[in-house]
């Protein structure tokens, strides 16, 4: 289970009225043995999300005298030449050579 969140999961049980259920768990107290097991139900539908769906994705933006500008993903180690090359300043990048 690399990259799951099991801290938090949840099921989706539809009952036989059409009305659903959501019923949420800790999935780690549960395969520890610290939480009862859920029996499961037909059509029970369980959600376990990944540790990647809750990180922030940050960006930076460029704007001014570029030819493509908007937001850029932020990575770490990300250098001002490195965001000139993404984008292709190439306008911006004789700007700074003139200064």
């Known amino acids: 289970m690399e990259g799951a969140f099991t801290d938090r999961a949840t099921i989706t049980r539809k009952h036989p009225d059409g009305t659903l259920d959501n019923i949420t768990f800790n999935l780690t ?50 250098s001002l030449k490195d965001i000139f090359f993404l984008q292709q300043a190439a306008l911006l990048m004789r700007h700074l050579h003139i200064a």
């Open 29 to 78: 107290d549960i395969l520890n043995g610290r939480a009862a097991d859920i029996p499961l139900v037909k059509y029970d539908v369980v959600n376990i999300a990944t540790s990647a769906e809750f990180k922030i994705a940050y960006t930076i933006k460029i704007d001014g005298e570029v030819k493509k500008p908007g937001p850029y993903p932020y990575k770490s180690n990300l």
